[in-house]
């Protein structure tokens, strides 16, 4: 008998499946004891398939033979995450825009802020130079 059958086989047994024996032409067969529904499968299966059929067939019976993956994250909990996330990427591009901000673009605000403040003092809405005694 092939090894994955064996395998498969004492898996489904633990699950409370009972191993029926051989057919006979050779096929292994194992029977779910609350409905007395019965899967047959080749102990040596030619076709690569036949073990994800036999599973298929042993768990739309009698229910997953697989280990429990739990039951993951709510709809709530995945979007709390992914707002996380967004807020995060938000902050780092705010963080690296600031820092990244080129000289062209610094001088140039600090060209016209100089002549707005030149041109507030010189129509006398700002302070004045020092040394000028006002206009």
Known sequence: MNKEVRELIARAK?????????????????VWPATGEAVVMAS??????G????????????????????????KDQRRAEQDRAKTLQRATRERRRARERPPAVAAAEDGWK???ARLAVERGFGDTPAGTGGV
């Open 14 to 30: 633990r699950h409370g499946w009972i191993d029926d024996g051989y057919t006979g032409k050779g096929h292994r067969r194992l």
């Open 44 to 49: 040596t299966p030619s076709e690569p398939s």
């Open 51 to 74: 073990l994800k059929w036999a599973l298929r067939d042993l768990e739309r019976i009698g229910g997953p033979l697989g280990e429990s993956r739990g039951r993951g994250r709510s």
């Open 114 to 116: 100089a002549q707005l």
